[in-house]
């Protein structure tokens, strides 16, 4: 669609309609427009005209709804349990109302192109283990993406994840495997207490 004015004001592109002029973001033109869903979002002028973006958002994700509902994946009428995992995975990072949102598409946590369908994901990851697997990412600041993630126990996400933290007592600084070692704790009480809450000198206390 071509426009003889630069003035996109009153038109509709896609699921959007252009209600005003927004600040520019750089040298490029921006515009405030409202989707169809009734969100607010900026959009970049040229990506307008050119049909790149069509809505806040919400057309990609009705897309990878329609997918997930298509996959050719289930025994005896039941989801497997990889198509489960795919599922919250791509709730977790794309929609506001699931309840993990904040800490995944909420601070930037995204799911590559290649894993907004199902079977790809599957290629890449492969069958679950067992039923003690999940989904862990490597860089818990990185996509859902192959290399970044695999499948893994709750312990060895914990231990993962402590595995680079580092505590400090009476001026020592150690790893909490380190510590375990030397207070003679168990190292799976230490990390179920720390997740609790507590502090590294309540965790090492020996019951």
Same mark, same amino acid.
């Given at each position: =669609? ?12 896609? #699921? ?6 927004? $600040?520019?973001?750089?040298? #490029?033109?921006?515009?405030? /427009?409202? %989707?169809?869903?009734?969100?607010? /979002? ?9 049909? /790149?973006?069509?809505?806040?958002? %919400?057309?990609?994700? *009705?897309?990878?709804? $329609? ?7 289930? &025994? +005896?009428? @039941? ?13 977790? %990072? ?7 949102? @904040?800490?995944?598409?909420? +601070?930037?946590? &995204?799911? %590559? ?18 039923? &003690?697997?999940?989904? *862990? +990412? ?19 996400? =914990?231990?993962?994840?402590? /595995? ?17 070692? &030397? ?12 997740? +609790? ?11």
């Amino acid at each position: =669609m071509h426009f003889n004015t630069k003035n996109l004001t009153g038109h509709k592109f896609g #699921r959007l309609t252009v209600l005003s002029q927004s $600040k520019n973001i750089g040298r #490029r033109v921006a515009w405030n /427009c409202q %989707c169809e869903c009734g969100y607010l /979002c900026v959009a970049i002028s040229h990506l307008l005209t050119s049909g /790149c973006t069509r809505s806040c958002g %919400c057309l990609r994700v *009705d897309v990878s709804r $329609k997918r997930m509902t298509i996959h050719g994946h289930a &025994k +005896r009428g @039941a989801v497997i349990p990889e198509h489960k995992v795919w599922t919250r995975m791509w709730n977790r %990072c794309n929609d506001q109302t699931f309840s993990n949102y @904040a800490r995944y598409g909420g +601070r930037g946590i &995204k799911v %590559c192109e290649r894993w907004l369908s199902f079977q790809p994901f599957l290629d890449d990851m492969g069958p679950r283990p067992s039923v &003690k697997h999940s989904i *862990d +990412r490597i860089n818990n600041d990185g996509n859902y993406e192959p290399g970044n993630c695999r499948w893994s126990t709750q312990l060895e996400q =914990m231990q993962n994840t402590s /595995c680079t933290r580092v505590f400090t007592i009476n001026g020592q600084s150690m790893s909490v495997a380190a510590w375990c070692r &030397k207070y003679g704790v168990k190292y799976t009480t230490v990390l179920a207490r720390l997740k +609790r809450g507590h502090s590294m000198e309540q965790a090492l206390e020996v019951s």
